[in-house]
């Protein structure tokens, strides 16, 4: 749609974000691009990265609110982008063949800006799941250079993390002769808003992936009742980022458990569930931590402030395992920009790997004392 001359696409909002951070910020597009391949006919995925700035969406100037010091806004009505004027559009016209119907409601420029990023022809473009992002680069800072500045590190941080980790344990011969488990690396979606989805920690794929998994290597008559007797052996590490404590809200968090930044993983733990970690799967996480000497400090909620939760309870009830959940300390949880300790995202890859290295003899000392 068009407003007082602005060319401005329709959006929504996506999970709890800090959608104050997102005003007068650069923004790009990102997401996945179905198109029809004009050799084959068929249909194809794939992924688009615009790294320009191509949309803002602009603050109300001071000199119109009724108060300096505070800012309100209508995510309806106050959050559409702008990607040009009407005016320069008519000039520059982008003419482009559009012959899907269901790109007649996006304008041609966008169509065009894709099309570019992924050098194919825009008639071939059926249709998109594009996100705006913001087009700074992560990087380091702070006087020392010892944060992480970056969108998304909340959960992409555990992600990465996560996935190096298993690769590069799982790329030593010896590692992969010697193991007796089978390890798994699995990152689901949708977190942000309830988990219901296909690919969110509601669905039954963990549960039905372990079970294919193990029946191929068990082989045998009584599978069924082995997985269930190797579901009660297994471990699930739900790992998603934690709250450090703010210097300028520090009331806010729980005194006798402050989480500070380059002191380590952070153990979450609530009594009402909110997170899966129970004084078993503490403790074998915390043996492990002390193996590959990697510092672990602890996050409670306040009594009096709502305790937000993660995937880890969901997987612990539909799949019966030792569950934990885990973190690192991080400022400005949901914000457009957000930030962690460069020393505790080192600790987080060493204490994932030894996980991978470490749980299965930690979980047999266990049975055997």
């Not at 119109?64 to 009407?86: G, I, M, Q, V």
């Not at 909340?154 to 690769?167: P, R, V, Y």
């Not at 690396?185 to 193990?214: C, N, P, V, W």
Request: glycine share 6%; aromatic share 10%.
């Amino acid at each position: 749609m068009s407003r007082a001359g602005y060319m401005q696409p329709a959006v929504q909002t996506y999970g709890g974000g800090i959608w104050h951070t997102w005003f007068d910020r650069d923004l790009g597009l990102a997401g996945k691009v179905i198109l029809r391949n004009p050799e084959t006919k068929g249909l194809e995925y794939r992924l688009v990265h615009c790294k320009e700035g191509l949309l803002r969406i602009p603050s109300l100037a001071v000199h119109f609110t009724k108060s300096y010091n505070k800012f309100e806004f209508n995510l309806e009505e106050h959050l559409r982008p702008f990607l040009a004027t009407e005016h320069v559009d008519s000039i520059v016209k982008p003419e482009i063949d559009i012959s899907n119907e269901m790109l007649v409601r996006e304008f041609p420029v966008v169509i065009k800006a894709i099309a570019e990023e992924l050098k194919v022809d825009p008639a071939s473009i059926i249709d998109f799941d594009l996100n705006l992002i913001d087009v700074q680069p992560a990087g380091f800072t702070g006087v020392y250079k010892e944060f992480v500045s970056s969108g998304k590190l909340d959960n992409q941080i555990s992600c990465h993390c996560g996935l190096e980790a298993f690769k590069d344990l799982h790329e030593k011969p010896d590692f992969l002769k010697n193991d007796r488990d089978i390890n798994i690396l699995i990152m689901f979606d949708h977190e942000e808003i309830g988990s219901k989805s296909m690919q969110g920690a509601l669905s039954t794929y963990l549960a039905t992936l372990s079970k294919r998994i193990f029946q191929r290597a068990a082989n045998s008559p009584d599978s069924e009742e082995l997985f269930n007797a190797a579901l009660r052996r297994s471990f699930i590490v739900s790992a998603d980022l934690a709250h450090a404590v703010n210097p300028n809200y520090a009331s806010y968090h729980q005194e006798a458990h402050p989480v500070c930044m380059h002191k380590g993983v952070v153990v979450k733990t609530n009594y009402n569930v909110s997170y899966a970690t129970d004084s078993t799967s503490s403790v074998i996480l915390k043996e492990i931590a002390g193996k590959v000497k990697v510092p672990t400090q602890e996050f409670v909620a306040k009594c009096d402030s709502p305790c937000r939760t993660t995937v880890g309870p969901l997987l612990n009830t539909n799949t019966c395992m030792k569950t934990i959940d885990i973190g690192i300390g991080q400022l400005a949880m949901h914000s457009i920009r957000e930030i962690c300790g460069t020393t505790d995202v080192m600790y987080y890859y060493q204490l994932m790997k030894g996980f991978y290295e470490e749980y299965g003899k930690v979980d047999r000392s266990l049975l055997e004392g």
